[in-house]
């Protein structure tokens, strides 16, 4: 009687505990789900707690044998992490937190800091539920960040612990989406407009900037834009790069029909102030729920250049596209008019990226101090709440600095895990504010180990660009604030005359370029005097010049505390640990445990305490 009454006391403590993260316990709904392979074997959910660091995975597999999650990075499976669990034939759980030791080798982490909150097994899935923190103190687990992730899935056809290359799955994934959809309003009175070529015939050429002037929906009173999403033509997805909205200043003189954006009609460019953006990878956007782009006044654009990036790399005939974004909208109003700013490398003609380059920076510069002037009226402060990256296929990471009075303040957003096709609006933790007078960096990081020719800025997908795009509000006329390095001071530092910006670009074809000649390119690109352009929605462009500061890295957080295993040396002062938060769920051992999976509705650690005390006949 005694046993049975601590049993049932103990399971009234474990259900009562606080658990680990809020909305993390083991029967909490997951907000975010997806598909990690092309067949729909492996369907993930999650969710996080930003305050506790904790993050909750359920995986669901078709198969009766093991299952595995984790953390890789871009360029080897060699060091990833993996957590594995699965039901043995005689129905007990076996789990562990392991890590990827060669392309198909397996061995156990010797600190386990995943914790399992249930493992089943049906006629169909295996499903297994666990948490972990973003950051353990275990060098052999893989930091979780506001950064994309690249996640590992793999699963065996039996309980044989193996990797086999045709059910190993990566996907780029951001896993710390701060706002889910779901979260957000949804107004009844929603118009659905798209904006969209029609019909166009897609050339036989790499690539190709078609660009369209197309009306804003004509309403009669103020309404706001909330959401946008890509409308992609069927079986053209693999061919659309990306697609812009420019708003048009309203006194601009607009051409018709659709032509190449930066061809030999210069009018096709006109429209440079971005209110939406799209890239490969991306999905639907919807803003927060206090902002929205505002049409329907006088002062908002009536026309917009809809901008659309091909890809025909296979220089497929005859393929027709009607793709476009397709936007919702309301006459209930948000409290503040949103507006878009392009920060970054002035793309043409002076970015270069040397070939054969394990890693090569460039910076681009905005000041702010000339916007009041420009926009024609005060600017009041800008509060970012969201941002948009975009390089082409050499980069590798970017991130925007922000600066005050000369000191560094803050990074806006960064990402240092890039991935070329996953690019997608990003919502910030919280709002960030740039006061006049701030300068603002952006530095994209470039990696061209399989190049051997020169990069440069441009517009096709094997050319190059450093940009990103910062949400904000409220609204002034501000498109866009860029920069690019003195290329003349750089030619002279590389040995090479010039006289002009042309020389000192073609300069760069006759460097020879060396691990050596490549850091003296970078530091000779950072040290030049920066020219900055500044333009508005009504295409007035103003330069002025800066130079680039230094970044100061962010230091990382503190590490969870581990059960065991090794400590980095940036983690052996007290500073460096949290205490692991108290868990319902059950401890991972440091071997695989095999118990019933009953057993697993109290923590293990609970389980184990108990076990002893009846044993001792308490």
Known sequence: MA??????????????????GNRLGPTSSLRYSRFLDPSNVIFLRWDFDLDAEIIAFELRVRTAGWVGLGITNRYTRAGSDLVVGGVSPDGHVYFSDQHVVDEDTLEEDGSQDAELQGLTEDAVYTTM???????????????????????????????TLKLDRERTFVKSIFLLQIIHPDDLDAPEDTVIHDLEITDFLIPEDDTTYACTFLPLPIVSKKHHIYKFEPKLGPHNETMVHHILLYACGNASALP?????????????????????GWAVGGTSYQFPDDVGI??????????????????????????????????????????????????????FPIHFIPPGAESFMSYGLCKTDKFEEMNGAPVLDIQVYGYLLHTHLAGRALQAVQYRNGTQLQTICKDDSYDFNLQETRDLPYRMVIKPGDELLVECHYQTLDRDFLTFGGPSTINEMCLIFLFYYPRNNISSCMGYPDIIYVAHELGEEASDSMEGMMAMNNVEWTPESIKKAEKACKEAQQTVIIKTIDELVENTTGWIPEIVPTPRGPCLESSGGKVEPEDQTPAGFRAAPMALSVSSAATPSRLPLAAFLLGQGTLSWLLATLQAGV
């Not at 018709?256 to 939406?276: E, K, M, R």
Request: proline residues 6%; aromatic residues 12%; charged residues 15%.
């Open 3 to 20: 046993h049975a009454l601590l049993l049932q006391l103990l399971l009234l403590s474990a259900l009562a505990a606080p658990s680990q």
């Open 129 to 159: 539920r666990f948490s972990r923190p973003f950051r353990s103190c275990d060098p052999q687990d893989q930091d979780i960040t506001s950064d994309t992730v690249r996640v590992l899935a793999a699963y065996g056809p039996d309980d």
């Open 256 to 276: 018709t029909g659709i032509s190449d954006c930066y061809g030999a009609d210069p009018a096709f460019s006109l429209c440079s102030q971005v209110i939406v």
């Open 294 to 347: 505002s049409i329907g006044t006088p002062l908002d654009p009536q026309w917009i250049r809809l901008e659309i990036h091909y890809s025909n790399f296979h220089n497929l005939p005859g393929v027709y596209d009607s793709s476009g974004i397709r936007v919702y909208y309301t006459a209930k109003l948000r409290k503040y008019d949103m507006g878009v700013l392009q920060l970054g490398f002035f793309t």
